[in-house]
């Protein structure tokens, strides 16, 4: 009787124990998926906030006589796409192409003196570009937190309360390969 007593004692403190520690795994993945949103939601309204000033850089470029329109034109494209976009890859792939547009501007910009001496173009200049750095810093956070989260829903045995919990792996902030390349922008026309 004493050693059934003592088994089922012993029993009881895995079970216990067992529905701890599953508490426990349980807190630690959902922190990691509201890191991963928060750190995701961080960048939505830097994109945003950049997105908001793309066309007060258009409207200060196009008062300059004779810019190329299509420069123009590619940055208008590109920012009506980044903000169509949705989910992380298409996000990722919209802002890369919304960078290029803009670093293909500042760089045509160069050749208009006219341009680079306006107030309000050096004003956005610089805005939009904190707002990249900004973006880049965050695109940092929010990678090492879908790596952790990535990780800890795949690694044993925290892996299985995941499955049931129906959390999957999240996709990293990067830029497709073709977009890493360094932009080709034709300086010989002013």
Not at 88 to 112: C, G, I, R, W
């Amino acid at each position: 009787m004493v050693s059934l007593t003592v088994f089922l004692v012993v029993v009881g403190f895995l079970v216990l124990g067992l529905l701890i520690y599953m508490v426990i795994v349980y807190n630690g993945l959902i922190l990691l998926k509201v890191n991963t949103d928060k750190a995701w939601a961080n960048i939505d309204v830097l994109l945003k906030q950049r997105h908001d000033e793309v066309p007060n850089l258009v409207a200060v470029v196009q008062g300059i006589k004779n810019f190329e329109q299509k420069i123009l034109t590619d940055l208008t494209q590109a920012r009506s796409a980044a903000m169509a976009a949705s989910g992380v890859a298409a996000k990722a792939q919209a802002d890369q192409s919304l960078t290029s547009s803009l670093n293909n501007l500042f760089a045509v910009a160069e050749n208009y003196p006219t341009l680079k001496a306006q107030g309000n173009f050096l004003q956005l200049q610089k805005r939009l570009s904190g707002l990249e750095s900004e973006i880049a810093d965050r695109r940092s956070f929010y990678n090492d937190s879908v790596a952790d989260y990535n990780t800890h829903i795949t690694q044993f045995p925290d892996a299985l309360l995941a499955g049931l919990m129906g959390l999957v792996p999240r996709d990293l902030f990067q830029a497709a390969g073709e977009e890493k390349a360094e932009p080709q922008v034709d300086l010989s026309r002013p």
